[in-house]
Nanobody, 125 residues
Framework: VQLQAFGGGLVQAGGSLRLSCVAS????????VGWFRQPPGKEREFVAA????????IYADSLKGRFTISRDMTKNTVYLQMNSLKPEDTAVYYC???????????????????WGQGTQVTVSS
């Protein structure tokens, strides 16, 4: 499955953005989808994930309440709604998909088989 992430941009602190991750080649059916981000000069970190059944989501503790992951199977798209953005949310955001990922591994980048190209999110103060 090929992934394309888009929707990033420049936003002021306190603003919102919605990122989209679109699959091509096949559907997201059977795949868990995760969002990760890589701030400038830092390691890639987990943001959120949604399991293949679409009913279970998991978030980085520091982002709970501000970020929401969801999926629309009719559009073969997974979304990341980001609210109350802060300058420290500035990063390249990546979506990833993987099959047969157990719950405890959803936050681990190496558990995912397929990655999108990333989309830049910049939050100004």
């Amino acid at each position: 499955v090929q992934l394309q992430a888009f929707g990033g941009g420049l936003v002021q602190a306190g603003g919102s953005l919605r990122l989209s991750c679109v699959a091509s080649g096949r559907t997201f059916s059977g795949y868990a989808v995760g969002w990760f981000r890589q701030p400038p000069g830092k390691e890639r970190e987990f943001v959120a994930a949604i399991r293949s059944n679409g009913g279970t989501t998991i978030y980085a503790d520091s982002l709970k309440g501000r970020f929401t992951i969801s999926r629309d199977m009719t559009k073969n798209t997974v979304y990341l709604q980001m609210n109350s953005l802060k300058p420290e949310d500035t990063a390249v955001y990546y979506c990833a998909a993987g099959s047969r990922i157990i719950y405890s591994s959803l936050g681990i980048p190496s558990a995912y088989d397929h990655w999108g190209q990333g989309t830049q999110v910049t939050v100004s103060s």
